[in-house]
Structure formats: structure tokens, C-alpha cells
């Protein structure tokens, strides 16, 4: 079992940034591949990125490419998301999710969520 916490978000102007943070309860956690997501106002939940568990790849939207970062720290148990150059539009509540096998960007296969840490970037 993994037990995942969100923290970071805020009220940032557009231009802004802000690093999100995802602590891990549990063992083991360099076993687990963790994503981002987020899901704003009224729209489906979208994949922002992922990282596996070594840390050694990474993919992101395209949505997002360029601007946000996703790294860990498998000794603090913790995945970031350094979000750079915010925008309007990446206003949304932000989730970070674990798989032990997936990697990829549909929420489904991933067995652990947190609650989400809520990101408002205003024009």
C-alpha cells in the first residue's frame, strides 16, 4: 500500500510559479512509477506527467511541455512538479497517482491516489 499527500498549491499570477510536492507513505517507494493530473473546473481529468520509479524517464503533455518539470527524491519518498510559466488555464485541483507498471497517461491503471492540492493561477 501507498499513501500519497499533494501539497504546494496556491494563488499565483499568470507568469508565476509554484513546485507541487507528493509524499509517499510506505516501502519500497523506488518500486512505483508516479503521475500527475489534473482536473479543472467542469472538465475531465487530464494527464499532466510521469516519472518511473528510478527516476531515469519522464513524459509530459504537451499541454504542459517546456514549462512544468516532474522529478523525485526516492530517499524523501517525494515526487515534485515544478510548474514554471503558469497560465490561466492550469488552473485545476492536481492529483499525483502510483502504479507499480504504468507509467502512461490514462488515470485508470493507477492503483494510488492522493486528495489533490488545488493550483489558481489568475490572468
Known amino acids: 500500500q501507498v499513501q500519497l499527500v499533494e501539497s504546494g498549491g496556491g494563488l499565483v499570477q499568470a507568469g508565476g510559479s509554484l513546485r507541487l510536492s507528493c509524499a509517499a507513505s510506505g516501502r519500497s517507494f523506488s518500486r512505483y512509477n508516479v503521475a500527475w493530473f489534473r482536473r479543472a473546473p467542469g472538465k475531465e481529468r487530464e494527464f499532466v506527467a510521469a516519472i518511473t520509479g528510478s527516476g531515469g524517464s519522464t513524459k509530459y503533455a504537451d499541454s504542459v511541455t517546456g514549462r512544468f518539470t516532474i522529478s523525485r527524491d526516492n530517499a524523501k519518498n517525494t515526487v515534485y512538479l515544478q510548474m514554471n510559466n503558469l497560465e490561466p488555464e492550469d488552473t485545476a485541483l492536481y492529483y499525483c497517482?502510483?502504479?507499480?507498471?504504468?507509467?502512461?497517461?490514462?488515470?485508470?491503471?493507477?492503483?494510488?491516489w492522493g486528495q489533490g492540492t488545488q493550483v489558481a493561477v489568475s490572468s
Open positions: 497517482a502510483a502504479s507499480n507498471s504504468y507509467w502512461g497517461p490514462t488515470p485508470g491503471p493507477y492503483s494510488f
